[in-house]
């Protein structure tokens, strides 16, 4: 199983598609990649050898954000965007959609669990 930008990618599978196991890397990015290093897309990740392997490591260090940094880049930009109080901040800092979705239905991957509240109580009818 070979091991790029901290990540182990499945052996077993064509290298376009074990390289999308990386943060930050899909299969416009993989593919990219592929052609860039000049690496056969058909060969499978644990068919690579020494010198592939190194080609893709410096190209991912060099020229693409993976893994942790780029966590770190998007989690700065939300932490930026709360301190200046932003519309979509503000949506970050309650845990609601920030993106203009609907929250009357629809929204519980962002709000949770459904809060129950307590309905009102009848008035008793007196004749």
């Known amino acids: 199983m070979p091991r790029i930008a901290g990540v182990n990618i499945p052996g077993n599978k064509k290298l376009p598609y074990a390289l999308q196991y990386i943060y930050g890397i ?16 058909e060969t499978r990740a ?26 770190r880049d998007i989690t700065m930009n939300i932490r930026r965007l709360m301190e200046i109080g932003s519309y979509r901040g503000i949506r970050h800092r ?22 129950t509240v307590a309905g009102k109580k009848k008035a008793p009818t007196s004749k």
Do not use: C, H, S
């Open 46 to 71: 644990d068919d690579l050898n020494d010198d592939e392997m190194a080609k893709i490591r410096y190209l991912l260090e060099n020229d693409y954000t993976v893994e942790g940094e780029l966590r």
């Open 94 to 115: 309650k845990g609601l959609p920030v993106n203009g979705q609907r929250t009357k239905t629809n929204a519980r991957t962002r709000k949770g669990p459904r809060k």
């Open 26 to 41: 899909g299969k416009t990015f993989a593919l990219e990649i592929v052609e860039k290093t000049g690496i056969n897309p």
